[in-house]
């Protein structure tokens, strides 16, 4: 399901619960279910931005790389 939250078992803590979700490619995980849902909630909520913010992230990593030199 999109944008479900997964408890899942970390082998290194396996007593410990963790918590994961995916927004838009973006995966969060947290020990705290509390941060992932914030996490959750604010991708959902603010969408727009995130959609602007990567447009112009992305616009700025080509004007960076067209003056890139690579050394042969």
């Known amino acids: 399901m999109k944008n479900e939250i997964i408890e899942y078992c970390n082998p290194c803590y396996p007593d410990v619960p963790y918590y994961k979700c995916t927004v838009d490619g973006i995966t969060y995980h947290s020990r705290e279910l509390s941060n992932v849902l914030e996490f959750?909630?604010?991708?959902?909520?603010?969408?727009?931005?995130?959609?602007?913010?990567?447009?112009?992230?992305?616009?700025?990593?080509?004007?960076?790389?067209k003056y890139v030199k690579f050394k042969d």
Do not use: P, S
Request: aromatic residues 12%; without cysteine.
């Open 40 to 65: 959750r909630d604010d991708r959902i909520a603010n969408a727009n931005y995130y959609v602007e913010l990567a447009k112009r992230e992305a616009i700025a990593m080509a004007a960076f790389m």
